[in-house]
C-alpha cells in the first residue's frame, strides 16, 4: 500500500511511519518543517511539504494514496485553551480526506481520544461500541465513521491518554513528571481511585498499521493497553522515580497543581480493548504504564 500519513515525524507518527515501512508499504509523511521532513526520511519515508491548513494539498495526497493515516492535531491551541480551533481544524482536515476517498472503498485511519468516554459518565468500562452523539471530539469520530457509506474503509482510533515509551518526551507522562518536580511533591487528585488508560507507543504504532490494512468500513478501535491505572499509583510511580514525597492533592488545589491538565486528570476513564483485539488480532506485548516508569527512562 501507498499510505499518507500526517503528524508522522511526531512521537506516535514516527514509529507508525517505521511499522509502516517495515512491514513493506510505501509512506508519504506530511511535514511542515526542514526537521520534520529528516526525521521521516530518517524512518524510510517520503515526504510532502505542507500543514493541516492546506486542504487542498491534503485531498491531493490522499487521492494518491491507497490509504490516510490521520494522526496530526493542534496540541498546541488546546493547551493554550482554543481546542474548538483545533477541532475545526482537525474537521476540515476529515472532510478533505472524506472527499477524496469517497467511492474508493480505500481506508481513511482517523484518531480520538479516550477521555471523551469518561465524559459519557458510563458507570463502566467505555466500548468500542459506545459513541457520543456530538460535542468536541465526537463530532469529527462520528463525520470519520459515517464515510463508510460514502465508499470510504473508514476507522477511527482512540488513543489513551498515556500514550507510553522511551520515545514520549512531552505526553502525559513527562508532563506529570514536570508538575511533581515544580511543586515539590508527587501529587494524585483526591483519593486517587479514578482510573486512566494507557497504551505503549509501540504497540499503538501496530495498531494503526493493522487499522490501515484491514480495519472494516465504519470501525472503532481502542489504543489501550492498560485498561485503567489509578491515579494514586501513578503519583506513587513517580514518586519512585524523582524521590519525592507522595500526597493527596485537594479539590480546590488541583488546577493550581495539574495545570491544563487538571479537568483530564480527574476523569474516570476506564477503557475495554476487547472488540479491537477480536477485529484485528492485535495484542499489546510491550510494557505497560507502571512498568515503563519503573524502568527509569523518564526520569532520565
Known sequence: MRVFVTGASGHIGLPVVEELVGAGHEVVGLARSDDSAAKIEAAGGAVRRGDLDDLDGLRAAAGAADGVIHLAFKHDLMATGEMEVAIAADMAATEAFGDALAGTDKALVNTSGT?????????????????????????????????????????????????????????????????????????????????????HTRDAARLYRLAVESAPPGQMLHGVGDEGVTTKDLAAAIGRGTGLPVRSVPADEVPGYFGFLAGFLVLDNPTSNARTREVLGWKPTHPGLIADYDAGHYFA
Open 115 to 199: 477521555l471523551m468516554l469518561a465524559m459519557m459518565e458510563l458507570g463502566r468500562p467505555g466500548t468500542e461500541d459506545d459513541r457520543s452523539p456530538g460535542g468536541h471530539r465526537a463530532d469529527v469520530e462520528n463525520a470519520t465513521l459515517a464515510l463508510a457509506d460514502r465508499g470510504v474503509r473508514s476507522a477511527v482510533i482512540r488513543l489513551s491518554p498515556f500514550v507510553h515509551s522511551d520515545l514520549d518526551k512531552h505526553g502525559f507522562g513527562p508532563t506529570l513528571i514536570g508538575f511533581a518536580r515544580e511543586q515539590g511533591f508527587a501529587g494524585y487528585p483526591g483519593e486517587g481511585t479514578n482510573r486512566l488508560p494507557g497504551v
